[in-house]
């Protein structure tokens, strides 16, 4: 009789045991938000990395979207990140330089934000290593949203919805720097353009243009005068399946800099005028061009790299040995191999990716 009052006492402890711990993640309110997947374009490769703590998940993305389209993270609550990534220009703003609050005129032009997952630095001059780091540098920045980080936390935290939110994706409704930093990141990394005809064009779904094929053909090629090889060399810089290469430049762009790029982050010299090269995707529709936005045209840009770079004792050895003609002081395309090239640009336009509604503000119905 004591064998089975022992037994039944071990069979209701382990009953007791179950269920506390079946119950435990209610109990402590632990959320599993929903994996997202991923999908990686043909030909982009695996090489990148999401931090072990901010995991995509459907809810995390969801609650970046809504952020990035949230005007409370501002100052004056009047603008948004989007003001200055609108997403009918891959998420520039078509403006030389961008605005800010107060109407303020920020330092440089906005980056298009695409293919990010790949990127290892942010800004044109790569001050942020981690998309987490980047959301939260504009957010702060007198000439762009201007606000501190406490004062957006309190906005959030004091509206009905955003802590629900926050505890579906990260299991607190306790809002944090952090955590906004965290869901802008998560839906950043979405932001994945991969369906242009170039991108049709090496998964064999269509053939390119002659007039196409050969522009692609002279962007990817460093010339090669005594081989009598001709190119445009845009791959230098904006090459890969990706149409982007991790690098800073100085493109030729001033003798004397007004802007001293990555140097004011490095403080070397040696780094005075580089800025990041772009990714090249969706340039059609992403101009003006440079950091400063100088250059209204495709047109003046081939025009620039053709004809007038500007010598400085740290010009890029890409740019200063690149010339098509044996001895040659500049690129020297012919007016028909530079219209072939933009030609080849257009190329990369996505249009499902500047319409996508997964990507569009969430607050418009």
């Not at 990010?116 to 001050?127: C, H, S």
């Not at 530079?338 to 190329?347: E, G, R, S, Y």
């Amino acid at each position: 009789m004591r064998f089975f009052s022992k037994k039944i006492a071990l069979s209701i402890a382990i009953l007791i045991w179950v269920f506390i711990f079946s119950t435990a993640g209610k109990m402590n309110n632990i959320v599993s938000p929903d994996p997202y997947p991923l999908t990686i374009p043909h030909k982009f490769g695996s090489t990148f990395t999401i931090p072990a703590d901010n995991p995509l998940t459907m809810q995390g993305i969801a609650l970046g979207r809504m952020l990035f389209y949230e005007k409370k993270l501002s100052g004056d609550n009047t603008i948004s990140c989007a003001n200055c990534h609108q997403q009918r220009f891959a998420f520039t703003d078509g403006q030389a330089f961008s605005f800010g609050v107060a109407g303020k005129k920020g330092r440089r032009s906005a980056m298009s934000l695409v293919n990010l997952l790949w990127a290892k630095r942010f800004f044109w001059d790569g001050r942020a290593s981690t998309l987490e780091e980047q959301a939260l540098i504009p957010i702060q920045d007198t000439l762009e949203m201007h606000q501190s980080l406490d004062g957006a936390v309190k906005k959030l935290q004091r509206t009905k919805s955003y802590p629900k939110l926050f505890e579906q994706a990260f299991g607190t409704k306790k809002i944090t720097a952090d955590l906004i930093a965290k869901a802008l990141a998560q839906f950043e990394r979405t932001l994945i353009s991969s369906n242009s005809r170039y991108d049709k064009f090496l998964r064999g779904e269509i053939k390119l243009s002659m007039e196409e094929k050969r522009g692609m053909d002279l962007f990817m090629t460093h010339p090669e005068p005594i081989e009598k090889l001709r190119g445009a060399n845009c791959g230098d810089c904006h090459g890969t399946y990706k149409v982007f290469m991790e690098g800073f430049h100085n493109n030729g762009l001033d003798s004397i800099a007004s802007d001293k790029g990555r140097e004011m982050i490095t403080q070397k010299e040696r780094d005075r005028a580089k800025f990041r090269a772009p990714s090249l995707r969706n340039i059609a529709v992403t101009g003006p061009y440079m950091h400063d936005g100088r250059f209204k045209s495709l047109e003046e840009v081939l025009d620039h790299y053709n004809e007038h770079i500007r010598q400085s004792n740290n010009l890029d050895p890409l740019i200063i040995e690149a010339t098509n003609e044996i001895k040659g002081k500049s690129l020297q395309l012919s007016p028909s191999e530079k219209k072939m090239v933009i030609t080849f640009l257009h190329t990369l336009t996505d249009s499902t990716f500047i319409t996508n509604p997964e990507f569009s503000d969430p607050f418009r119905k």
